[in-house]
């Protein structure tokens, strides 16, 4: 179950001196509270949803949103009111964007050392393949290397989404009879058309 919804955190407190109350028409003096309002997923706020201006008058004690008092108030009040949006009310979008940023660098530093394995495999590799259709993927893994080959098993097995090559990527699954050969510019081939599209390496 995912918890969201709205809250709010009070950003300042402050008074205004010789104003007059609509409701008891007196003279005097207002208490105010600025309250930032906010979304959040897992009680992590993730962005601000605005403001909400609450005053009181010290004589009556009834209170008012900003909106709901005289120009003359509002003047007053727009030369003490909070400026700007806190920080912590973005912290859920920062840790989303840092992990999107992890993932992209993950993902380019796994690009990047599967275009070095391609250029000298190794026995133990495992190459991540597209299976019989281009919706479903497998794996074969680096056997036995010659002067003109790579040997390659085939797993028994395929699965239609990439994050799930880990479940089917185990020894028992790897037939000696399903062998192939390929030369390094064939495989390197496959590489270049994303056929292979990851190494593993131990």
């Known amino acids: ?38 979304a959040y997923i897992y009680w992590i706020p993730l962005f601000p949803l605005g403001k909400t201006n609450v005053l009181e008058c010290n004589n009556c004690k009834k209170t008012y949103k900003l909106k709901e008092l ?13 400026k700007g949006i806190p920080l912590k009310h973005f912290s ?57 080959s790579i040997y390659l098993i085939f797993n028994d097995f395929e699965v239609d989404k990439k994050s799930g090559i880990g479940e089917i990527d185990i020894k028992a699954n790897y037939s000696p009879s399903n062998k ?11 590489f270049e058309d994303e056929i292979i599209y990851q190494i593993d390496r131990d």
């Open 1 to 38: 179950m995912i918890f969201y919804g709205t809250s709010s955190s009070r950003l300042k407190d402050g008074r205004l001196n010789s104003v007059t109350c609509p409701n008891c028409k007196e003279q005097t003096s207002m208490n105010y509270s600025v309250f930032g309002k906010y």
């Open 70 to 82: 005289p120009e003359q108030i509002k003047h007053k009040f727009e030369l003490e009111k909070h």
């Open 92 to 148: 859920g979008l920062a840790i989303i964007a840092a992990i999107i940023a992890w993932f992209s660098y993950s993902n380019a530093r796994d690009k990047e050392l599967s275009a070095d394995y391609i250029k000298a495999p190794q026995i133990g590799d495992i190459y991540r393949t597209e299976g019989s259709t281009s919706s479903r993927y497998t794996t074969s893994k680096v056997v036995s290397i010659t002067n003109d």
């Open 180 to 190: 192939e050969g390929y030369t390094l510019k064939e495989l390197q081939d496959l």
